[in-house]
């Protein structure tokens, strides 16, 4: 088993920035891609971001308008999503999840097997 722990949400205004992390532990495979995905309040979970296991492929929302970024630290099993000039529609519970695969980014909630419990995200005006 792959256990995902996030950190790192709260409260966050508009205009400013928060950044998440989430701890992968447990039976953690050779190589895998670590995404980012978030539910707002009453809508249905949603693809934000996905980093491959070297970073050299990245992929992102369109609605997020480059506003976050994702990086990774192998070495610690660690991956980050820095979010940026924050909207209200941002708020939402942030899940990371992790595919073992090397070098595609996948945007869809049925192609990660292992998901943490999240962490809340909420922006005020």
């Known amino acids: 088993q792959v256990q995902l722990v996030e950190s790192g949400g709260g409260l966050g205004q508009a205009g400013g920035s928060l950044r998440l992390s989430c701890a992968a532990s447990?039976?953690?495979?050779?190589?895998?891609?670590m995404g980012w995905f978030r539910q707002p309040p009453v809508k249905e979970r949603e693809f934000v971001a996905a980093?491959?296991?070297?970073?050299?492929?990245?992929s992102y929302a369109d609605s997020l308008e480059g506003r976050f970024t994702s990086s990774r630290d192998n070495a610690k099993n660690m991956v980050y999503l820095q979010m940026k000039n924050l909207k209200p529609e941002d708020k939402a519970i942030y899940y990371c999840?992790?595919?073992?695969?090397?070098?595609?980014?996948?945007?869809?909630?049925?192609?990660?097997?292992?998901w943490g419990q999240g962490t809340q995200v909420t922006v005020t005006s």
């Open positions: 980093i491959s296991w070297s970073s050299d492929i990245a």
């Open positions: 447990g039976r953690i495979f050779s190589s895998y891609t």
């Open positions: 999840t992790v595919k073992n695969t090397i070098n595609s980014t996948p945007t869809y909630i049925s192609e990660y097997p292992y």
